[in-house]
């Protein structure tokens, strides 16, 4: 069996320990299952990341970008229990990374801008606008806003790169990144809203983890070139 069939088995397992985490951490809404299950995906992207660097010729930018981006990610899940705005900067950092690395696989072009503002201007509207929205204060307001333009910049940057490159690896990273921007819309509902709803905070944990795993496993592919696809 090769390296790489052996990594991706690994890959799945540690999928199915984080299923089985999330669902876990829904049930019985404990900071330690979440801590378990958030260190999970950063040592499934770790794994990825260690095996490209010692396996392929790949530019080694992007996982450790990447890596550094699923780290932030751990790091505001936890905070984000302790302190919301200190975990929402967190994340934002996480997301700033990610943004990055895929600036590494896909080099960064004025369109970038233009998808992330498409993503972002509704996103706006619906904090500033939604009248469910009780964010007591203007600066969490401010905070909600800022955070959806940087994350917003993040998935428009995701689906350029895939317009350009319709490689796996750039699908992959869609799919992640979508995941984990309507995650972070459900957040936003289940805290903030005055919908006295528990689906927001369901679908904010069942699509979330998903989300980071899919980013971290995309670290394994390629940015193969498809035919009849060019660069612009």
Known sequence: MSKLKLINILNFILLALIIAGDVLYIIF???YLKGITS???VITGLINVIFVIRNTNEDKRFPIA????????FLGDI???LHFITGAILFAVGHIFFFISYSFIEKFSFKDLISGA????????IIVLLPCFNFNGIVMEIVAVVYALIISLMVGKAVTNLIRNRSLKNLLIVIGSTLFFFSDLMLLFNVFSTIDSTVFGILCLATYYPAEFILA???LHKN???KGVTND
């Open 79 to 81: 905070v984000l229990e």
């Open 224 to 226: 193969e070139k498809q």
């Open 39 to 41: 260190a999970l995906f």
């Open 29 to 31: 809404d404990s900071i």
């Open 217 to 219: 496993y995309s670290i």
């Open 118 to 125: 498409i993503i972002f201007v509704p996103s706006m509207l």
């Open 66 to 73: 990447m890596l550094v981006g699923l780290f932030f990610a």
